[in-house]
């Protein structure tokens, strides 16, 4: 079993931040890469940010120099500050992971955190 939990959802009007934060729990061997992705209403799910194993970290077109993925190796967290929030970026954001199990690869998701930019 393997448990991504998030934090740091909420409410925030349009130019401010949040802070996502996300923890990986269970049974694995080690995590390949780290990330999040959200969903809108009506749309698909979309990779915002993801951090591989050496802490590279790779950005949508629309968040890049807003955004801001980190990734604590050791602790197996990934966070992710997001500054000039839009209305846009309201969504479900949920954290991701690539890891490796007793029983092989595995891709896992946390039940996602609500943010909600007003305009």
């Known amino acids: 079993q393997v448990q991504l939990v998030e934090s740091g959802g909420g409410l925030v009007q349009a130019g401010g931040s949040l802070r996502l934060s996300c923890a990986a729990s269970?049974?694995?061997?080690?995590?390949?890469?780290m990330g999040w992705y959200r969903q809108a209403p009506g749309k698909q799910r979309e990779l915002v940010a993801s951090?591989?194993?050496?802490?590279?970290?790779d950005y949508a077109d629309s968040v890049k120099d807003r955004f801001t993925i980190s990734r604590d190796i050791l602790k197996n967290t990934v966070s992710l500050q997001m500054n000039s929030l839009k209305p846009e970026d309201t969504a479900v954001y949920y954290c991701?992971?690539?890891?490796?199990?007793?029983?092989?690869?595995?891709?896992?998701w946390g039940q996602g955190t609500q943010v909600t930019v007003s305009s």
């Open positions: 951090a591989s194993g050496s802490g590279r970290p």
């Open positions: 991701n992971a690539d890891l490796y199990t007793f029983n092989g690869r595995k891709n896992s």
């Open positions: 269970g049974n694995f061997f080690t995590i390949n890469t």
